[in-house]
Nanobody, 124 residues
Framework: QLQLVESGGGLVQPGGSLRLSCAAS????????IGWFRQAPGKEREGVSY????????DYADSVKGRFTISRDNAKNTVVLQMNSLKPEDTAVYYC?????????????????WGQGTQVTVSS
């Protein structure tokens, strides 16, 4: 059974950190680019970061550059999003997704398999 599971979300104070993990079972993540997206209440889903299948290419939304870092461990079949210096505007449900391509992008329609999401709340 194919499964993509996010974990690591929670409640954190502004300036704090969280580490989100995206774990796959039933298929190998190494062949695909992986993206992280987020969706806040009343807003559209937006791209946060993505990493190519090789791990050599990454990109970040301007709003998170310098604060978030994406990485992958193909041996563990996981992708990690390290989030530092969190702000209240980072509050959202975070999703990881598998791209149809090896390079990745922020185009939602290029991702054909999604996890169930993990809630991140940044509040004092």
């Amino acid at each position: 059974q194919l499964q993509l599971v996010e974990s690591g979300g929670g409640l954190v104070q502004p300036g704090g950190s969280l580490r989100l993990s995206c774990a796959a079972s039933g298929f190998t993540l190494a062949y695909y680019a992986i993206g992280w997206f987020r969706q806040a209440p009343g807003k559209e889903r937006e791209g946060v970061s993505y990493i190519s299948s090789s791990g050599r290419s990454t990109d970040y939304a301007d709003s998170v550059k310098g604060r978030f870092t994406i990485s992958r461990d193909n041996a563990k079949n996981t992708v990690v999003l390290q989030m530092n210096s969190l702000k209240p505007e980072d509050t959202a449900v975070y999703y990881c997704a598998v791209s149809q391509r090896r390079l990745g992008s922020f185009r939602v329609f290029e991702y054909n398999y999604w996890g169930q999401g993990t809630q991140v709340t940044v509040s004092s």
